[in-house]
Each structure stands twice: as structure tokens, then as C-alpha cells.
């Protein structure tokens, strides 16, 4: 017990290696892996583009034609393409982000214990920014549907009671932190179950059964991602739905 204790209480949670520009302290491993996942990416883009094929596909360009239909299936369902086709390349560029970002932290880079590259999205900076990004631009396409942001509000207005229009207001605050929150503790849980693993049990264990968890964790990273551009899409086709449709 005495054991147990001393381990957890040597595990950190949000301890960050930090820059300091103009004032603002930042978070140097969470930009890092932000950039290279961003990177790869963009890479794996280019990579695809130029080795597309109509015929037989490759596994990279299988794996994002795969994506992109599953995606389009949903927004076709819920919104319909032709009233969103941006929302394609958008959630199809979300879901592979984070799936990067979520996966990096598989790869067997640490100094002294400590992860090189820990999976961003277990920094509730990036999950808030990522949230809000969807937020705001879920009501701007809203209020290019309905001609306005004033008639956006009204047609928010018009689905709830306006007597009730403070549950409105907590509605949209909890749909952004529930967004986030949902990815971040997904991920965070990951790592921290890693580093308890690592400090409970012996030296030559531990890595089998770390390897294990790492396994379990590419899973959870890649139904997290999906999760969240599933409910990005939810987002837009909920701001975007013409109340005379029903």
C-alpha cells in the first residue's frame, strides 16, 4: 500500500514543459505535438494527391477514401451535402488531426520516464480550441442559412421556450465543454493509466504490459477522433435545420 501510494503520488497530471513569450506561458510539448501532427498531415495530403489512382488504391489513399465516405454518409444523413459541402473536408480533416495527435503518444520516445510526445489533446488548451473553433463557425454557416445572425437567434429561439432562454445559454456552454472535456479525459485517462502501470510494477513487466495499453490506447485514440467529428457534424446540422422542414 505504502508502494502504491509513493507511485501515484509521483505522477504529475498537466506538468508541462514551458516557454514564456510577451507574458503568455506556453505549453512546449502540446505545441510540438500539435506541429507535428499538423506536419504529418499535411504530408500524407500531398502524398495521396499525388499518387491517387482510379484504379486499385494504395493503403494510404484506401484509408482516407474510407474516412471520407463514412464522414459523407453521415453528413448526407443529417444535413446533406450539397446544403454543407465544406462540412466533408472539415470533418474529414478533424478526425485525421487528432487521430495523428492521439497516436503520436504510441511511439516509444521518452527521457527519463517522460513522454517526447505526448498526445496533445491530453491538454485541455488544444481540446477549448478546437471546441470553440466549432462553435463559432457552426453558428456562422447558421447565420448564413437563415440570412442573418439575427434570424439565426431566432431560430435558435424558436425550438425553446423563451421564458426558458438561460437553459438555452447553459445548453451552449455545456455543448463546448462536453465536446472538449470528452476528448481530453479520454486521453488523459491513457496516459496517466501508463505512468501507474510503469511506477506498480517491475522493470521487466511493465513494458509488456505498457505495449498492451499503448494497443488498447491507438483504439481509444481512433474512436475519440471519430466521436468528435462525428459531433462536430451533429453541431452544424443542428444550426443549420430550417424549422419549416419539420
Known amino acids: 500500500m505504502t508502494e502504491y501510494v509513493r507511485a501515484t503520488t509521483d505522477i504529475k497530471i498537466g506538468d ?19 506541429l507535428i501532427a ?18 486499385p488504391p494504395g493503403g494510404i489513399q ?8 463514412t464522414l459523407r454518409e453521415q ?5 446533406g451535402v450539397r446544403v454543407a459541402p465544406y462540412l466533408v473536408p472539415l470533418s474529414v480533416s478533424l478526425f485525421c488531426f487528432i487521430l495523428i495527435a492521439n497516436w503520436l503518444s504510441v511511439l516509444p520516445l521518452t527521457i527519463n520516464g517522460k513522454e517526447l510526445l505526448p498526445a496533445p489533446a491530453g491538454d ?5 480550441a478546437l471546441a470553440l473553433m466549432v462553435f463559432v463557425w457552426k453558428h456562422v454557416v447558421g447565420a448564413r442559412r437563415h440570412h442573418g445572425f439575427g434570424r439565426q437567434i431566432v ?7 423563451p421564458r426558458f432562454a438561460p437553459m438555452w445559454v447553459i445548453e451552449e ?9 470528452r476528448l481530453f479525459g479520454n486521453i488523459l485517462a491513457g496516459g496517466i493509466m501508463l505512468q501507474v502501470i510503469a511506477s506498480l510494477l517491475p522493470v521487466f513487466i511493465s513494458p509488456v504490459l505498457n505495449g498492451g495499453w499503448k494497443l488498447f490506447d491507438l483504439f481509444i485514440g481512433a474512436v475519440q477522433a471519430f466521436i468528435f467529428a462525428f459531433l462536430t457534424i451533429i453541431y452544424f446540422s ?5 424549422r419549416e422542414d419539420h
Not at 508541462?16 to 500539435?34: K, M, Q, V, Y
Request: charged share 15%; hydrophobic share 50%; no cysteine.
Open 173 to 181: 456552454v455545456s455543448g463546448v465543454l462536453s465536446h472538449s472535456l
Open 62 to 69: 484506401l484509408f482516407f477514401e474510407t474516412v471520407t465516405r
Open 75 to 79: 453528413i448526407e444523413t443529417t444535413v
Open 238 to 242: 443542428q444550426a443549420m435545420e430550417l
Open 124 to 128: 485541455v488548451n488544444l481540446v477549448f
Open 155 to 161: 431560430h435558435t429561439l424558436k425550438g425553446h421556450d
Open 16 to 34: 508541462h514543459p514551458e516557454w514564456h513569450l510577451f507574458g503568455l506561458t506556453l505549453n512546449a510539448d502540446t505545441i510540438i505535438s500539435t
Open 38 to 55: 499538423s506536419a504529418i498531415l499535411v504530408i500524407l495530403g500531398f502524398v495521396v494527391r499525388a499518387k491517387v489512382t482510379s484504379g
